[in-house]
C-alpha cells in the first residue's frame, strides 16, 4: 500500500478544523464584547433616564455606548426608568445571535428624605442595575 500524500492530506484537514475553530472563537470573542457595550449602553442611559434628562439625551447616552444598529428602547413604569438595548449580532454561516440587555434606575424626583419610597429596593438616586449578559 503507497502512503506517499497521507501526511499532507492529514495536515490539510487538521489545519481546516483548526482555522475553523479559530473563526468561531473570533466570532465569540465579538459577540461577547457587543453583548458588554449593549450592557453599558442600557445602563448609561437608565441613569440619564433618573436624571429626569430629555428623551433624546437619553437615547444619545446609550446610543453613544451601544454597537452599530442597536435598538434603544426607554420606558417609564412608576418611579422607575427602564432602558432596553437590543442588537443583532451577524454570526459564521448565517447563524447570528440577538443581543439584549436591561438597566432599571430610579427616578431622581420621587426619593424623598427617608430614601428611595420603593419597598425591598437598594437602589439610591440615579444608580442603575443591569440586567443581561455577563453580569
Known amino acids: ?17 483548526l482555522m475553523a475553530f479559530a473563526m ?4 465569540g470573542l465579538a459577540a461577547s464584547a457587543a453583548q458588554i457595550r ?14 429626569s434628562e430629555p428623551s433624546g439625551a437619553v437615547v444619545a447616552a446609550a ?9 434603544v ?10 432602558v432596553t438595548v437590543e442588537v ?4 459564521p454561516g448565517g447563524l447570528g445571535v ?7 434606575a430610579l427616578a431622581e424626583e420621587t426619593v424623598g428624605e427617608d430614601g428611595p419610597p420603593v419597598a425591598g429596593t437598594e437602589l439610591g438616586a440615579g444608580e ?8
Open 1 to 17: 500500500m503507497d502512503d506517499r500524500g497521507a501526511v499532507t492530506v492529514e495536515a490539510a484537514v487538521a489545519l481546516l478544523v
Open 24 to 27: 468561531v472563537l473570533l466570532w
Open 38 to 51: 449593549c450592557v453599558d449602553a442600557a445602563r448609561a442611559g437608565a441613569r440619564a433616564a433618573a436624571r
Open 63 to 71: 446610543r453613544a455606548t451601544a454597537p452599530e444598529g442597536a435598538r
Open 73 to 82: 428602547t426607554v420606558a417609564r413604569d412608576g418611579e422607575l426608568w427602564r
Open 88 to 91: 443583532s449580532a451577524p454570526g
Open 98 to 104: 440577538n443581543l439584549s440587555a436591561r438597566a432599571v
Open 128 to 135: 442603575a442595575v443591569g440586567e443581561g449578559g455577563l453580569w
